[in-house]
């Protein structure tokens, strides 16, 4: 045989061979992901009720202190469970498809039924809504619901919850979140019972709060109709928007938020503000910059007003770069429901890297992913909030430790 041919037909032997590697690894990755987030949920899914446990030692999620997940964070794991759905449709997984719609629905039903049937005017401290960012959070999934599923029941909850924040109860007697006199949104309500009216020179302005809130109005900006009439102006606590009145109260809240809470020149979030003269309180939390990346990139898509862009991708840099340096990894806080961060950047980041183009952020995000699964443990499949630290077969693990790899493996695979 000739030179020339035999390479010819050894680079044919070699592209079949790396073809066949490629589709190899990529199976080994789809498995490993359905690996983590099966192992989720087999530990910390009570599968009667359809919500999140606290943690692996409990057989059940009675109520919020009886093993139940903090209510904030049930709707994390809901858009799990839709990112796990979108993937499985991706894949062409029809048999997972198929399982995980089910599960979206029953997660949704199983949340209603235990967190007093989305009755946002309920205030009971055990499975009722008393701080207004617990609200939010749902506000959001809710409206993503609406978009993935097409559920009108998500939309009108999503909406109804939106109101509440923004509004407050007449039930509860709060005025709630929104600051008229300065702009902003308040943290909570107090007392929880027997509320005042919130008071823009004492009460704490969170990050929290603020940049969801942010998020939450643009998700439904995305969601409403064009057509849609304002509601009438007698109406103390309309329960929608037009879009134009959303993109309104997103702008605003932003810029209180860029104001108050960026410093921009690091891109660091800061988490409060408490009053009108103290200084916020800088510390830094990966949520915290998570929310205002996806609050930026929405407003960013809906007025194509580059500024928004710079912002997410300053509070992203700033976020890997200074807070996930002394390990290159996501960082791990240790405290109550501060595991859950890492799902929360996964959500945003997504949006960040695949809506706009900015792949630089994947080999830092796969990293983090890899690390984590590599110290899993391997008899359940689930992972630590601590990514280098390898999990033990016998080690009590938290929901919102747990969520952080299997998030991240969803989005931006393994």
């Known amino acids: 045989m000739k030179k020339g041919k035999r390479l010819i037909l050894l680079g044919f032997i070699a592209g079949i061979y790396t073809f066949a590697f490629s589709s190899c ?3 080994k990755a789809i498995k490993e992901i359905w690996q983590a987030y099966d192992g989720f949920n087999q530990c910390l899914l009570d599968e009667n009720k359809y919500i999140y446990k606290t943690n692996t030692s409990y057989s059940e999620a009675k109520d919020r202190w009886n093993g139940a997940a903090a209510i904030w964070c049930q709707p994390i794991y809901w858009d799990m469970a839709m990112n796990a759905y979108k993937l499985a449709c991706k894949t062409k997984n029809s048999k997972r498809k198929e399982n995980l719609l089910k599960l979206n629905r029953r997660i949704f039903e199983g949340n209603k039924k235990h967190y007093a ?3 946002f005017h309920d205030n009971n401290e055990n499975t ?9 959070w749902w506000t959001i999934t809710l409206a993503r619901a609406y978009q993935l599923f097409g559920e009108k029941e998500y939309l009108d909850l999503s909406e109804a919850s939106f109101s509440r924040v923004w509004y407050g109860s007449e039930k509860v007697g709060d005025t709630g979140s929104y600051d008229p006199k ?6 909570q309500w107090h007392p929880i019972r027997n ?3 919130n008071d823009s020179e004492r009460d704490g302005k969170m990050a929290c709060i603020n940049f969801p809130t942010v998020v939450a109005a643009m998700t439904l900006y995305n969601c409403v109709p064009d057509d849609r009439q304002e509601p009438k102006a007698d109406v103390k606590r309309p329960l929608y928007q037009t879009k134009a009145q959303y993109l309104e109260k997103a702008k605003e809240i932003y810029a209180w938020g860029t104001e108050n809470l960026l410093d921009a020149k690091t891109g660091r979030v800061a988490d409060s503000k408490h009053g009108t003269s103290d200084s916020p309180n800088w510390k830094a939390h990966i949520y915290n910059q998570a929310t205002f990346i996806g609050a930026s990139v929405l407003l960013y898509q809906a007025t194509d007003e580059k500024s928004y862009l710079d912002n997410a991708i300053l509070v992203a840099d700033y976020s890997i770069k200074t807070m996930s340096a002394p390990k290159g990894i996501l960082p791990f806080e240790n405290g109550i429901e501060q595991g859950i961060y890492t799902a929360i950047f996964a959500q945003y980041m997504a949006m960040l890297v695949y809506d706009c183009g900015q792949s630089q952020y994947l080999p830092f995000l796969k990293h983090t992913i890899n690390i984590g699964w590599n110290n899993r443990d391997e008899q359940r499949n689930i992972c630590g909030g601590e990514y280098d630290v390898k999990v033990n077969p016998t080690d009590t693990i ?3 430790s747990a969520s952080g790899i299997p998030a991240l493996m969803l989005l931006f695979g393994k």
Do not use: A, C, T
């Open 398 to 400: 938290d929901s919102y």
């Open 195 to 197: 509320p005042k009216p």
């Open 25 to 27: 690894q990529e199976d």
């Open 182 to 187: 300065r702009s902003g949104m308040f943290w």
């Open 128 to 136: 009722g809504w008393f701080i207004y960012d617990d609200i939010q």
């Open 117 to 119: 049937g989305f009755d």
